[in-house]
């Protein structure tokens, strides 16, 4: 499977962007790049996917490089309620046991008030 | 629109008890279904999937099981609890190749 590279921990301010990266030098060319977000003793909760362009929804954006072996997910202005940890995942867009979500550490994003 | 639910939300379990846990889907059909376990302070591992009714996938070798008895309906099973097997379980589906979405999940300690 195709692993993704993320650092354990970022911290941010209130109110201001934040840019959380991944690298996945080792992607395919069926692979989607999906990012979710998991709060404490919750689920994981969907924020975006893409494949090769720039993606943007009301959540979050996400950069993707032309090489498409690192990505980027913006949050525009972090709150505090942003505050989880960020699992950048590659699933195979044919599904079965291909597409599964397999998930790393994740990066545990801390925001200040 | 589509909802999950999974239930128990927390149970505490004697070593050597049974278990069971179960996952409902509404709203798809034939959707792909998923349990995934978080050990504390760990990331998600996947322990199931399945495709259909009584199609099941095992990814890691482990004290559990589980079932699919109906198209929107996954159970997970374990004759005997380990202490190993505590930690936060949680239920999944997704239409092919689409996007995940998980239960609350099921918080399971055993003592």
């Known amino acids: 499977d195709a692993k993704t590279t993320q650092p354990n921990s970022m911290e941010s301010n209130e109110e201001e962007p934040v840019h959380l990266p991944c690298n996945h030098s080792?992607?395919?060319?069926?692979?989607?790049i999906h990012w979710y977000r998991q709060l404490p003793s919750q689920g994981p909760e969907y924020v975006i996917h893409g494949l090769t362009s720039n993606v943007n929804n009301r959540m979050a954006s996400l950069a993707i490089a032309e090489d498409r072996k690192s990505s980027t997910l913006i949050l525009h202005r972090a709150t505090l309620r942003d505050a989880a940890v960020y699992y950048c995942i590659l699933r195979d867009s044919y599904g079965g046991s291909q597409g599964n979500l397999i998930f790393g550490k994740g990066t545990k994003l801390s925001v200040k008030p | 629109s589509q909802t999950i639910h999974q239930w128990p939300a927390t149970l505490v379990q004697p070593v050597g008890s049974p278990l069971s846990l179960e996952c409902t889907v509404e709203?798809?059909?034939?959707?792909?279904l998923y349990w995934y376990r978080q050990a504390a302070g760990r990331g998600l591992q996947l322990l199931f999937y399945?495709?259909?009714?009584?199609?099941i996938s095992s990814e890691v070798p482990q004290n559990l099981s589980a079932s699919r008895p109906q198209d929107r309906q996954f159970i997970l099973s374990s004759k005997k609890l380990l202490l190993s097997d505590s930690g936060f379980y949680l239920c999944?589906?997704?239409?092919?190749?689409?996007?995940?979405?998980f239960g609350e999940g099921s918080w399971l300690t055993v003592v």
């Open positions: 999944a589906w997704s239409v092919l190749g689409n996007t995940i979405y």
């Open positions: 709203g798809t059909s034939n959707p792909n």
């Open positions: 399945s495709v259909g009714i009584g199609q």
């Open positions: 080792t992607i395919s060319g069926t692979d989607y």
